[in-house]
């Protein structure tokens, strides 16, 4: 049996935060923003941290490609010991969490929204 994932969403990256209702939220921080995050449109954000059943994993990242907003490019992920989700508006990444290759697909996406790389950082995590 696979084990729940754990992640992070940034709650402003989300157009609609209804489906937060659907996730267990076991943590819940705002962090000041910087120069460094380039999110100049923020002066903090809420980090969530989030688990998700296993079995609901593939359908949260579905529903959460199309919640985040579209003004802003952003992602979400969450991870298991066996797969990692790293969930871009409109497009999902479910990476075999050994796959280095797969890790650099989502980050060469990443890069190509203008999401700093070292905010890209999935395979360290």
Known sequence: MS???IGTIIEESLASKDILEKIKITGKKAEKVTVKHKTPWLEKWTV???EIGADKAAKIAEELSKRL???HNWYA???NDDFHF???RNKI???TRASK???AQAQKYGVSLGIPEYQLDFGKK
Request: proline letters at 0%; glycine letters at 0%; zero cysteines.
């Open 3 to 5: 084990t729940n994932f």
């Open 77 to 79: 992920d969450f991870k």
């Open 86 to 88: 790293i969930v871009f």
């Open 69 to 71: 907003e579209s003004a």
């Open 93 to 95: 990444f479910r990476i």
């Open 101 to 103: 290759e797969q890790y």
């Open 48 to 50: 969530l941290k989030v």
